[in-house]
């Protein structure tokens, strides 16, 4: 299947723990900034989202912060699983620059049984 | 089922060879999207089009075409792949309105280029 590349940002975490995964962003006229997924072999898959006048949002198992202060977006994932291993990209929205998406390079997260 | 997919998966070509590799959605989503994926510089966009004969380019536009002439299909062009073009591309797709910031994109399966 397809792979994103291997020279990323790893996280291991063990089964059970929280993981904590960290992003810094560009662009403080970004309005919207969303969390994907990407499994080997898959395209990218949306997880959860927030929008610039939120600092907090919560989804199953995961919670996105947003730090406008610091241009700062973190997930957090509770009660990680085997199934939550995968490359994890945040990216940030311009509504006005043609609601282009710019990415961040991504992180491994990588859960131990 | 709701998806992206792009044609072909796969792709091993020459330089100056001229290619398209196909994209659909069967969404009706207005806005669609090409990107390239490679190591270290994770997902950069190449053209996006907010609907029908609307095309703009993105971060990476040299060297790619792009058309839409109807609501379901984004096909990109390489008139003369390089060696350079060599990469994971993906297709997306989003219902944006336009004004909106919404923008939740739906993502294809991927097509890995190789251009020798």
Known sequence: ?113 | EAQVTQNPRYLITVTGKKLTVTCSQNMNHEYMSWYRQDPGLGLRQIYYSMNVEVTDKGDVPEGYKVSRKEKRNFPLILESPSPNQTSLYFCASSPTIAGSSYNEQFFGPGTRLTVL
């Open chain 1, 1 to 113: 299947g397809e792979s994103v590349g291997l020279h990323l940002p790893t996280l291991s975490v063990q089964e059970g723990d929280n993981s904590i995964i960290n992003c810094a962003y560009s662009n403080s006229a970004s309005d919207y900034f969303i969390w994907y997924k990407q499994e080997s072999g898959k395209g990218p898959q949306f997880i959860i989202d927030i929008r610039s006048n939120m600092d907090k949002r919560q989804g199953q198992r995961v919670t996105v912060l947003l730090n406008k202060t610091v241009k700062h977006l973190s997930l957090q994932i509770a009660a990680t699983q085997p199934g939550d291993s995968a490359v994890y990209f945040c990216a940030e929205n311009n509504a006005n620059a043609g609601n282009m998406l710019t990415f961040g390079g991504g992180t491994r997260l990588m859960v131990k049984p």
